[in-house]
Every structure is written in structure tokens, then in C-alpha cells.
């Protein structure tokens, strides 16, 4: 007998979460601000010590990894210890359809797309949306 009732109403996927298994570097900084997961993130105020929510291309490092917190909240808040993945695969939020192989575009909003906004260097889809 089969069991199953773990995949009960669950997605693939949420934003921020590990894509896959592959080898990848994930970093902890301190939220300058509050910081959905998923999105991406820069060096804050202190670089060595804090990040913040980004909308410049040339500025981002990594992504807000999903993490379970008690309070189920999208949100990491000020001052928050932030997962970053820095290097790997992570689930992302696409504002417009990107393509496999597609560059990452980072809107002024900062919503991640392929074509509206400005590139960010060394990121492209690995899936089409």
C-alpha cells in the first residue's frame, strides 16, 4: 500500500526554496528592512554583516532562501537572521514567461523577469514559466 497524504495540497515549489541537490553556497546576513523570500537581495548598510531587498541588477549577490519559521510568514523582519544563496539552483518568482537558458532581469520593482528591467550577471532560468 502506497502512501501518499504528504503531497496533500502542497505545491512543487515556493519561492526561495532549493531548487535542487546540486552543490550550491548559502550565506547568513542580518535584514536590513524587512525581506520577502525569494527575492533578491544586496549588501546593506553594513556589507559585511546585513543584506536588504534589491531592485539594481548590478547590486544583487543572492536570493532570500525559504526557511520554516514558526510564524509562516513570507517575511524575514528587520534584523532577521537571512539564509542567501550566493551559488546554486533556488525557485524564483517570474513577473513575465521566461525561457529555459533566458538571462535574469531584475525590474525597478524588483520582480524578476527576462526582458524588462536590467540583467543580472551570472544568472539565468534553468525552466521555462
Same mark, same amino acid.
Given at each position: 500500500?502506497?502512501?501518499?497524504?504528504?503531497?496533500?495540497?502542497?505545491?512543487?515549489?515556493?519561492?526561495?526554496?532549493?531548487?535542487?541537490?546540486?552543490?550550491?553556497?548559502?550565506?547568513?546576513?542580518?535584514?536590513?528592512?524587512?525581506?520577502?523570500?525569494?527575492? +533578491?537581495?544586496?549588501?546593506?548598510?553594513?556589507?559585511?554583516?546585513?543584506?536588504?531587498?534589491?531592485?539594481?541588477?548590478?547590486?544583487?549577490?543572492?536570493?532570500?532562501?525559504?526557511?520554516?519559521?514558526?510564524?509562516?510568514?513570507?517575511?524575514?523582519?528587520?534584523?532577521?537572521?537571512?539564509?542567501?544563496?550566493?551559488?546554486?539552483?533556488?525557485?524564483?518568482?517570474?513577473?513575465?514567461?521566461?525561457?529555459?537558458?533566458?538571462?535574469?532581469?531584475?525590474?525597478?520593482?524588483? +520582480?524578476?523577469?527576462?526582458?524588462?528591467?536590467?540583467?543580472?550577471?551570472?544568472?539565468?532560468?534553468?525552466?521555462?514559466?
Amino acid at each position: 500500500m502506497a502512501f501518499n497524504w504528504y503531497s496533500y495540497g502542497q505545491d512543487k515549489a515556493v519561492a526561495g526554496m532549493k531548487a535542487d541537490s546540486t552543490v550550491d553556497v548559502v550565506d547568513s546576513y542580518a535584514s536590513e528592512g524587512a525581506i520577502a523570500v525569494g527575492k +533578491a537581495v544586496e549588501l546593506g548598510t553594513d556589507p559585511a554583516k546585513q543584506v536588504k531587498e534589491s531592485v539594481t541588477a548590478a547590486n544583487v549577490i543572492g536570493i532570500a532562501i525559504f526557511e520554516q519559521k514558526v510564524d509562516a510568514s513570507p517575511l524575514y523582519p528587520d534584523e532577521y537572521a537571512v539564509p542567501v544563496m550566493t551559488f546554486g539552483d533556488v525557485w524564483v518568482e517570474v513577473a513575465e514567461a521566461v525561457t529555459a537558458g533566458d538571462a535574469v532581469y531584475l525590474s525597478t520593482a524588483g +520582480a524578476f523577469g527576462s526582458s524588462t528591467g536590467s540583467a543580472v550577471t551570472g544568472m539565468t532560468y534553468l525552466t521555462s514559466a
